[in-house]
């Protein structure tokens, strides 16, 4: 480097100086050292040159640094040129005269490694002192040599050892650690977590035990609860006003009966059967008779000599029709048992025997009546019968639950409680009337006329707040008439409340029928839709609510659960389905979950379905209906006519829209109003997610039909066998064959 330098400046030298020959010793060998790598390729010497100036200068500083070990003497530094030669051409072994970073010449480059003996023989010379031209700029490259050494010993250090990091900036997140700081961090953090781990196991065992205290309080508790309630059980077992009842002497009694009554109806039965409801409507019969008349009889002098048989009569076909209920009837009722329908006759006769019912039913049918034959014959020993107003009850849900309009038993329901309700009052002001006295104030009743029917019409009057009532005299009548009063206006509110809830219940469908097709009227109105769209909206709604009863099916099909969804579209669509030559074939409930997806839409008379080329991206099955593929000019012909069961539009399902592959081939429009399901592109292929082999098949069976339905293919021309380029000679051009042949006509006459 120094002689890069030194060859740029191009300094004289100094001229040698003569010294005493001294014989020369030869130096021991000094080992070569490789110059440290440098990472800049600026301060690496480019020439041969220079790479021997720096080994002749690395071997002359070693040298040095030994003979100042040997003897550290001080020599003048100008008796060191002195073995130089006395003239420059000479080629006298001679130390060279200039200094080692100079670049010496070509003569006296080998005399530099020669070392003359001289008089002391076994001490060599001291290597002459180096020549500094510039002491700025070469304290500058020494600083920088020493800069780039002890970067050299750095980059040795780190990569021997395995801790440490490249010599960039380490980011703060992991720090530059030796390796025994980092085995004592990683051994206090050892020593941290286990300590945290054991204290956490510690928390947990004292959470555990903490816990297992508790669930034995917990259970401490619970046993000490059941054994509360098996005791206030035998309590009230032991101070049970209805004891059990046994009833296996009447089994025995009964046991033809029942025997026919297997045969006629089966061990056990439905409580929505049918059967059981039209039994149901006769004992409720049968209660209305004795809480209508047994009041009246009660109250109103009916009985004597002449009806009293009749009473008599009917009392016993009541009491026939109840005891005949409790013993054949309903031990013969399913039951739900832990979620079970237990539909055995033994289990379902014991259940009804323990239950509070039978107990109820039992002491409703207890013939107080016999008493009439040690006193005077009174409807007083029926009031029992009252009691069973359970069975009358359980006939109305009964009938609720199969009648398709369910709000007219309500409507008649609730008009016979009103009925009721004025046939009490009626008995009550008669009960008054003769307390009072017959004729006694112009407020009672006079005794004219039939006494019931009066009776009840001061009932209808007073109840229901009409007016035109006599005026009450005594302060009984005062009494009563107010209490009437207030009754009346209760019961009439709540009554009338109760038949405008019903009657709303009836037509809430309606109703919303009615606010949705106002609210898209008014909306038309807004934004000045035309009449002829206006008309044609209006004539949707209309058809729509007439043939379904509702806007939307699935709306009502959304709050079943998902068996009675399946159920009810397997009965509608199933069938159709499974005719579908494209779905012949593939997994059946792949077929129900398909089904669970079609929507019902309604097209008017005229409306196009599908329009040739639009994009294909559902399939339709007619449910009512027809529609007509159309075609020509002015769609005027009708190539066929499709009927309820019909599909069309699968094929679009299966293909592509690349190349437009999903067109549709041919319009489609409804004839008449056409009822239609509707299936998804969308929706079948989140089906096929799930079954694999149907898609195949749906697959296969789609590239069919498309190549059966679809536009006949040109036909291939079969390639010619042979060398390609012996092919069949193309057709000349029309024009180079009319020039041809004019130039042979001209010449022709030409030659004629």
């Given at each position: 480097m120094f002689s890069r330098f030194k060859t740029f400046l191009r300094a004289p030298e100094p001229?040698?100086?003569?010294?005493?020959?001294?014989?020369?010793?030869?130096?021991?060998?000094?080992?070569?050292?490789?110059?440290?790598?440098?990472?800049?390729?600026?301060?690496?010497?480019?020439?041969?040159?220079?790479?021997?100036?720096?080994?002749?200068?690395d071997k002359k500083e070693n040298a040095k640094e030994e003979v100042k070990k040997d003897e550290p003497q001080k020599e003048d530094p100008k008796a060191a040129p002195a073995a130089a030669p006395a003239a420059p051409a000479a080629p006298a072994p001679?130390?060279?005269?200039?200094?080692?970073?100079?670049?010496?010449?070509?003569?006296?480059?080998?005399?530099?490694?020669?070392?003359?003996?001289?008089?002391?023989?076994?001490e060599p010379p001291l290597p002459p002192p180096p020549v500094v031209y510039f002491r700025e700029i070469d304290d500058k490259l020494r600083d920088k040599i020493k800069t780039l050494r002890e970067r050299q010993e750095t980059l040795k250090e780190k990569a021997i050892d395995p801790y440490a990091t490249s010599p960039e900036i380490t980011p703060p997140v992991t720090p530059i650690l030796k390796k025994e700081d980092y085995i004592r961090l990683k051994e206090e953090e050892r020593i941290a977590k286990e300590e945290a781990d054991k204290k956490k196991v510690e928390e947990a065992a004292k959470k555990a035990e903490e816990k297992k205290k508790k669930d034995e309080e917990k259970r401490l508790e619970a046993e000490k609860k059941a054994e509360e309630e098996r005791l206030a059980e035998e309590a009230k077992k032991k101070a049970k006003i209805l004891p059990d009842i046994s009833c296996s002497f009447f089994d025995v009694l009964l046991r033809p009966l029942e025997q026919a009554m297997d045969?006629?109806?089966?061990?056990?039965?439905?409580?929505?059967?049918?059967?059981?409801?039209?039994?149901?409507?006769?004992?409720?019969?049968?209660?209305?008779?004795?809480?209508?008349?047994?009041?009246?009889?009660?109250?109103?002098?009916?009985?004597?000599?002449?009806?009293?048989?009749?009473?008599?009569?009917?009392?016993?076909?009541?009491?026939?029709?109840?005891?005949?209920?409790?013993?054949?009837?309903?031990?013969?009722?399913?039951?739900?048992?832990?979620?079970?329908?237990i539909k055995s006759g033994p289990m379902s006769k014991a259940h009804y025997r323990k239950?509070?019912?039978?107990?109820?039913?039992?002491?409703?049918?207890?013939?107080?009546?016999?008493?009439c034959l040690h006193f005077e014959f009174s409807t007083?020993?029926?009031?029992?019968?009252?009691?069973?107003?359970?069975?009358?009850?359980d006939f109305s849900d009964r009938l609720e639950s199969i009648m398709a309009k369910a709000y007219i038993w309500r409507v008649i329901r609730t008009t016979g409680y009103l009925l009721f309700a004025l046939h009490l009052n009626s008995c009550a002001y008669y009960v008054a009337s003769v307390y009072q006295g017959i004729k006694s104030t112009t407020w009672v009743y006079n005794g004219e006329g039939t006494a019931y029917l009066r009776c009840y019409y001061y009932a209808v009057r007073s109840l229901i707040n009409i007016g035109g009532l006599p005026e009450p005299v005594t302060t009984f009548e005062i009494s009563f008439q107010m209490a009437n009063f207030f009754i009346g206006?209760?019961?009439?509110?709540?009554?009338?409340?109760?038949?405008?809830d019903v009657i709303g219940a009836a037509t809430a469908g309606k109703t919303y029928f009615r606010a949705s097709m106002d609210g898209c009227v008014d909306y038309m109105n807004t934004y000045s839709i035309p009449k002829v769209v206006q008309n044609r909206i209006r004539t949707w709604y209309n058809y729509t609510w007439s043939a379904q009863g509702m806007l939307d099916e699935s709306e009502l099909l959304d709050k079943m659960?998902?068996?009675?969804?399946?159920?009810?579209?397997?009965?509608?669509?199933?069938?159709?389905?499974?005719?579908?030559?494209?779905?012949?074939?593939c997994d059946q409930q792949m077929l129900v979950d398909m089904l669970l997806r079609l929507k019902s839409i309604v097209y008017l008379p005229g409306d196009f379905v599908v329009k040739k080329g639009d994009i294909g991206k559902e399939m339709y099955v007619i449910k009512s209906g027809a529609v007509q593929v159309v075609g020509g000019p002015d769609n005027s012909i009708v190539f066929v006519t499709l009927k309820a069961g019909c599909v069309f539009g699968e094929i679009s399902l299966l293909q592509s829209a690349k190349d437009g592959g999903n067109r549709r081939t041919a319009n489609v429009k409804a004839h008449g109003f056409a009822n239609l399901f509707v299936l998804e592109k969308k929706d079948l292929f989140d089906i096929l997610?799930?079954?694999?082999?149907?898609?195949?098949?749906?697959?296969?069976?789609?590239?069919?039909?498309?190549?059966?339905?679809?536009?006949?293919?040109?036909?291939?021309?079969?390639?010619?066998?042979?060398?390609?380029?012996f092919t069949e000679k193309p057709q000349t051009p029309k024009l180079l064959k009319f020039m041809s042949n004019f130039r042979k006509g001209a010449f022709a006459k030409v030659s004629l």
């Amino acid at each position: 480097m120094f002689s890069r330098f030194k060859t740029f400046l191009r300094a004289p030298e100094p001229p040698p100086e003569r010294a005493q020959p001294v014989p020369p010793t030869p130096p021991p060998p000094a080992k070569e050292e490789k110059p440290p790598e440098k990472k800049d390729d600026k301060e690496q010497p480019e020439t041969e040159e220079a790479k021997k100036d720096v080994k002749a200068e690395d071997k002359k500083e070693n040298a040095k640094e030994e003979v100042k070990k040997d003897e550290p003497q001080k020599e003048d530094p100008k008796a060191a040129p002195a073995a130089a030669p006395a003239a420059p051409a000479a080629p006298a072994p001679a130390a060279p005269a200039a200094p080692a970073p100079a670049a010496p010449a070509p003569a006296a480059a080998p005399a530099a490694a020669v070392n003359p003996e001289g008089a002391e023989g076994d001490e060599p010379p001291l290597p002459p002192p180096p020549v500094v031209y510039f002491r700025e700029i070469d304290d500058k490259l020494r600083d920088k040599i020493k800069t780039l050494r002890e970067r050299q010993e750095t980059l040795k250090e780190k990569a021997i050892d395995p801790y440490a990091t490249s010599p960039e900036i380490t980011p703060p997140v992991t720090p530059i650690l030796k390796k025994e700081d980092y085995i004592r961090l990683k051994e206090e953090e050892r020593i941290a977590k286990e300590e945290a781990d054991k204290k956490k196991v510690e928390e947990a065992a004292k959470k555990a035990e903490e816990k297992k205290k508790k669930d034995e309080e917990k259970r401490l508790e619970a046993e000490k609860k059941a054994e509360e309630e098996r005791l206030a059980e035998e309590a009230k077992k032991k101070a049970k006003i209805l004891p059990d009842i046994s009833c296996s002497f009447f089994d025995v009694l009964l046991r033809p009966l029942e025997q026919a009554m297997d045969i006629a109806v089966g061990t056990t039965l439905d409580p929505l059967d049918r059967r059981y409801i039209a039994w149901l409507s006769l004992v409720a019969l049968a209660y209305n008779y004795n809480v209508w008349f047994c009041t009246a009889r009660l109250v109103f002098p009916f009985h004597n000599e002449t009806s009293n048989p009749f009473w008599f009569a009917f009392d016993v076909l009541s009491d026939a029709v109840n005891i005949i209920d409790i013993t054949l009837w309903q031990p013969r009722l399913q039951f739900v048992k832990a979620g079970d329908v237990i539909k055995s006759g033994p289990m379902s006769k014991a259940h009804y025997r323990k239950s509070q019912r039978f107990k109820i039913d039992i002491i409703s049918i207890l013939p107080f009546d016999l008493l009439c034959l040690h006193f005077e014959f009174s409807t007083i020993y029926r009031v029992n019968r009252f009691i069973r107003i359970e069975s009358f009850f359980d006939f109305s849900d009964r009938l609720e639950s199969i009648m398709a309009k369910a709000y007219i038993w309500r409507v008649i329901r609730t008009t016979g409680y009103l009925l009721f309700a004025l046939h009490l009052n009626s008995c009550a002001y008669y009960v008054a009337s003769v307390y009072q006295g017959i004729k006694s104030t112009t407020w009672v009743y006079n005794g004219e006329g039939t006494a019931y029917l009066r009776c009840y019409y001061y009932a209808v009057r007073s109840l229901i707040n009409i007016g035109g009532l006599p005026e009450p005299v005594t302060t009984f009548e005062i009494s009563f008439q107010m209490a009437n009063f207030f009754i009346g206006v209760f019961v009439f509110s709540s009554l009338i409340g109760q038949m405008r809830d019903v009657i709303g219940a009836a037509t809430a469908g309606k109703t919303y029928f009615r606010a949705s097709m106002d609210g898209c009227v008014d909306y038309m109105n807004t934004y000045s839709i035309p009449k002829v769209v206006q008309n044609r909206i209006r004539t949707w709604y209309n058809y729509t609510w007439s043939a379904q009863g509702m806007l939307d099916e699935s709306e009502l099909l959304d709050k079943m659960p998902l068996v009675m969804k399946t159920a009810i579209a397997v009965d509608i669509n199933l069938t159709t389905f499974q005719k579908i030559a494209l779905f012949q074939g593939c997994d059946q409930q792949m077929l129900v979950d398909m089904l669970l997806r079609l929507k019902s839409i309604v097209y008017l008379p005229g409306d196009f379905v599908v329009k040739k080329g639009d994009i294909g991206k559902e399939m339709y099955v007619i449910k009512s209906g027809a529609v007509q593929v159309v075609g020509g000019p002015d769609n005027s012909i009708v190539f066929v006519t499709l009927k309820a069961g019909c599909v069309f539009g699968e094929i679009s399902l299966l293909q592509s829209a690349k190349d437009g592959g999903n067109r549709r081939t041919a319009n489609v429009k409804a004839h008449g109003f056409a009822n239609l399901f509707v299936l998804e592109k969308k929706d079948l292929f989140d089906i096929l997610v799930h079954y694999p082999e149907s898609q195949k098949v749906l697959a296969r069976k789609g590239r069919k039909l498309t190549k059966a339905k679809g536009p006949p293919a040109a036909k291939n021309e079969e390639k010619q066998k042979g060398n390609p380029f012996f092919t069949e000679k193309p057709q000349t051009p029309k024009l180079l064959k009319f020039m041809s042949n004019f130039r042979k006509g001209a010449f022709a006459k030409v030659s004629l």
